[in-house]
């Protein structure tokens, strides 16, 4: 399987962005997936998840009540709803099938103003 992520961009404080990654090559609707964050010359660090059941997500202390994790199985896509950006939002976003070794290439988000 394989996962594409997209909508990245340059934003300033405050903004908002919506992360997507399509998911193809797998059950996509039984997986479930999660996006990570990792920030320039850190390591990568888990933002959010979205079981199969869409209702159950589990969310980072940084990314509550910024972010929202959410799943469109009949595009096989998964979203990061981004809110209130910060600086330290700065970095790369990747999609990640959980339990497998199946990695998106990752989209830039730039946070500064």
């Known amino acids: 399987g394989r996962l594409v992520e997209s909508g990245g961009g340059s934003v300033q404080p405050g903004d908002s962005l919506r992360l997507s990654c399509v998911g193809a090559?797998?059950?996509?609707?039984?997986?479930?997936c999660s996006w990570y964050h990792q920030a320039p010359g850190k390591e990568r660090k888990h933002v959010a998840t979205?079981?199969?059941?869409?209702?159950?997500?589990e969310y980072s202390d940084s990314a509550k009540g910024r972010f929202t994790i959410s799943r469109n199985n009949r595009e096989n896509t998964v979203y990061l709803q981004m809110t209130n950006l910060k600086p330290e939002d700065t970095g790369v976003y990747y999609c990640?099938?959980?339990?497998?070794?199946?990695w998106g290439q990752g989209t830039q988000v730039t946070v500064s103003s």
């Open positions: 990640h099938r959980m339990n497998h070794a199946t």
């Open positions: 090559g797998f059950p996509f609707s039984g997986a479930a």
């Open positions: 979205i079981y199969s059941t869409p209702t159950l997500t």
